[in-house]
């Protein structure tokens, strides 16, 4: 019975392992939403977010997860942002330093902001632990739009991810059932 039981659960972390690492989510373009929030952490991540600000995809930008050093006019020569859109659609946020504080921030964020919609921005092997996290925040009816940033993770990442997104769906269970 407790080898079936092992081989069970061996079989369904392969299987679970492979749906992850294989079916990674994808870029998002087109889609309009209210505001864009930008998880840093990664490449390609915050010029993907100002691309949807630049497109028209979304009005507001919260970057989450600024290091306290950056100051906004470093940010805007760094990414090449005109002082226009800094003062009107860019907000760096300095309060968080994962992706748990990158929920609350941003849920913060899109409260005070009654946004309605939000395109979520961040790495594909990121993208589905991040997702978790924030729904679980945004206010009721904030509608989440998936837009990962394509990468070439290694076996590495995918399978620390994978660990890291099962721990925080069993905490979520738990936190459930309590």
């Given at each position: ?138 206010p009721a009816g904030t509608v989440l739009v998936e837009d990962a940033v394509p990468t070439r993770p290694s076996l590495r990442i995918l ?20």
């Amino acid at each position: 019975m407790l080898r079936r039981l092992a081989a069970f659960l061996l079989l369904a972390w392969v299987m679970g392992f492979l749906w992850f690492a294989l079916a990674l989510p994808q870029p998002r373009a087109g889609a309009r939403t209210d505001a864009v929030v930008v998880l840093t952490g990664g490449a390609g991540r915050i010029e993907r977010g100002l691309e949807a600000l630049r497109e028209g995809w979304a009005a507001r930008m919260l970057v989450s997860g600024v290091d306290r050093e950056v100051r906004p006019h470093e940010f805007a020569l760094e990414y090449e942002v005109s002082a226009r859109t800094m003062q009107c659609c860019v907000t760096l946020g300095f309060e968080s330093y994962d992706t748990r504080s990158n929920a609350a921030e941003t849920a913060a964020w899109v409260s005070a902001r009654k946004v309605r919609s939000l395109r979520l921005v961040t790495s594909d092997w990121h993208m589905r632990r991040a997702a978790y996290e924030l729904a679980r925040g945004l206010p009721a009816g904030t509608v989440l739009v998936e837009d990962a940033v394509p990468t070439r993770p290694s076996l590495r990442i995918l399978v620390l991810e994978y660990h890291k997104y099962l721990a925080r769906r069993a905490l979520g269970i738990w936190q459930g059932l309590q």
